[in-house]
Every structure is written in C-alpha cells, then in structure tokens.
C-alpha cells in the first residue's frame, strides 16, 4: 500500500498562475484533509471531505478550491496563485474524523513569486 | 489566547536524557494526537488518547482530562528523535483536530 501521495512535490508558480494539487489515498478512507504549514505556524486545515462528492471549508479556505470525485482522490486548486500561499501543503485521510488517526502524505512545496 | 500551546518551542538534550512535551488545551475534547514531523517533513501520527495513558516503545502519551493537560514523554533519547513533536486536541464540538504549534527536539549525541 502506497498510503497517501501527493502530487507534484515541488512547484514554483508566478502571481496570477494557476495549479492542482493531486491527492491520493488507497486505504479507503472517508476522510480527506488538505492543511497548509508555514513557519513557526500550527497546521491550518484548507479543505475537507467526509465523504466522495462531498467538501467543507476549514479554517483558511479563501483562494482555494476543492472537489472529490473520487473517494480515493481529493483535489486542491489555486485559481490565482498570491504569493501569501507560498506554503508546504499536506493532504491527509482519516477512517473517521478526529476521533481516527489521520495519515498525511509527504507535502508540496509551493513558492508563488 | 491560543486553544493548545506546547511547552517548550524548543528543546535540546544530550542523548540518554528524559524528555517531556507538555500540551494545554482550554476547549472540552473527546481525545488529543501527538504527532511527529521528521526533519525531513513527514507527518506520522504517534498516538491517540482519551484518558490516562499510552506506551510505544521509548514513548510515553499521558493526558489529564479534568487539568486539561497532555504530556509526550521520551526515555533514554536518542539522536533520531530529533524532530518536531505536535499536539493536536480533538474538540468534542465539531471533532476537527486543533493543531499546536509544534516543539522542537534536537538530542545531541
């Protein structure tokens, strides 16, 4: 089993610019997470999922869109890169929510100029 | 004021040394996640508690629920447990995790 995987790993992108974050997970979880680190900052959860064709906002969803299709895949899209999300974004499943241990892929890092 | 704040930021001990991460939390919760953030910026899940106390090789989890409290405890330390070690206390209100800052652990050989 892969767990969960990201996709790209690494990405510069210019003010403006577009992109999608591919996440995938083979366990079968309900759950999908898309969080964002910066420095000297806690996780700050984007986007959720519980469920396929379902998502919710978290706590920094402005600038950001998600869909989930698919129960194993959950997409996070930049429509206009800022360089305030210059950041290193983790996607994350879980069986169920915070009550079950989340599995985190292994991060993108994104650098908007 | 901050919902969880670990204490300390940081922290570096010589190898062989006990160490212990405390976490407060000011919100009811129905349980709390400690995790580890490798240097290399993976996120493994150490543990998840509810009450009392957990054990995994070197590691020990404690939480006190009424004091609102949680401690990670490493024994006999070891270079490799260099790390970023994360509090993350779920809310018994909506059971999304609220993330801690993180502490930061350099044991020197």
């Known amino acids: 089993n892969a767990g969960v995987t990201q996709t790209p790993k690494f990405r510069v992108l210019k003010t403006g610019q577009s992109m999608t974050l591919l996440c995938a997970q083979d366990m079968n979880h309900e759950y999908m997470y898309w969080y964002r680190q910066d420095p000297g900052m806690g996780l700050r959860l984007i986007h959720y999922s519980v469920g396929e064709g379902t998502t919710a906002k978290g706590e920094v969803p402005d600038g950001y869109n998600v869909s989930r299709l698919k129960k194993q895949n959950f997409l996070l899209g930049l429509e206009s890169a800022a360089p305030s999300q210059t950041s290193v974004y983790f996607c994350a499943s879980s069986r169920r929510t915070g009550m079950s241990e989340q599995y985190f892929g292994p991060g993108t890092r994104l650098t908007v100029t | 004021k901050n919902e969880v704040e670990q204490s300390p930021q940081n922290l570096t001990a010589q190898e062989g040394e006990f160490i212990t991460i405390n976490c407060s939390y000011s919100v009811g919760i129905s349980a709390l996640h400690w995790l580890q953030q490798h240097p290399g910026g993976g996120i493994v899940s150490l543990f998840m508690l509810s009450s009392g106390k957990k054990k995994h090789g070197r590691l020990i989890a404690t939480i006190n629920i009424q004091e609102k409290h949680s401690s990670l405890h490493i024994t006999a330390s070891h270079p490799r447990d260099s790390a970023v070690y994360i509090c993350?206390?779920?809310?018994?209100?909506?059971?999304?995790?609220?993330w801690g800052a993180g502490t930061k652990l350099i044991i020197k050989p």
């Open positions: 993350a206390p779920c809310p018994d209100s909506n059971y999304q995790l609220i």
